[in-house]
C-alpha cells in the first residue's frame, strides 16, 4: 500500500536524521 511505504519512508529518514544528529554531537563533542 502506497500509505505503508509512505510512513516506511518517513521513519527511515527519521532514524536517518537522528542518526546523523548523534554522530555529530559526538563529533563535536
Known amino acids: 500500500c502506497m500509505v505503508c511505504q509512505n510512513v516506511n519512508i518517513n521513519i527511515l529518514l527519521l532514524v536517518e536524521v537522528t542518526f ?3 554522530s555529530y ?3 563535536l563533542a
Open 20 to 22: 546523523v544528529g548523534l
Open 25 to 27: 554531537k559526538i563529533y
